[in-house]
């Protein structure tokens, strides 16, 4: 019903930075809250940051003063902007939408910072 496509990531040296963005496609009425999770090899995932439909925003700890979301509405899209990367932050980075009710998860998108 809904489609979440990331693009964005890729390889980069740590201090670094990138840009991720999800595009919502298909029946995209009222997409409510929007976020990024990550998940590292062996890992659980976690959730980098949040942000509501009307641009309230929350984030992990690790992600305050590097990660910055942002939404725009009208092109169904969220970003997350990541600067200052470390070796830590490799992980394949997934987009997340509540459409009525309903989770949506993008298939993803690894982001690999060397050393």
């Known amino acids: 019903q809904v489609q979440l496509v990331e693009s964005g990531g890729g390889l980069v040296q740590a201090g670094g930075s990138l840009r991720l963005s999800c595009a919502a496609s298909?029946?995209?009425?009222?997409?409510?809250?929007m976020g990024w999770y990550r998940q590292a090899p062996g890992k659980q995932r976690e959730l980098v940051a949040i942000?509501?439909?009307?641009?309230?925003?929350n984030s992990a700890d690790f992600a305050k003063g590097r990660f910055t979301i942002s939404r725009d509405n009208a092109k169904n899209t969220v970003y997350l902007q990541m600067i200052s990367l470390k070796s830590e932050d490799t992980a394949v980075y997934y987009c997340?939408?509540?459409?009525?009710?309903?989770?949506?998860w993008g298939q993803g998108t690894p982001v690999t910072v060397s050393s």
């Open positions: 997340h939408a509540n459409v009525r009710l309903v989770s949506y």
């Open positions: 298909g029946s995209v009425l009222r997409i409510g809250a």
């Open positions: 942000i509501s439909q009307d641009g309230g925003t």
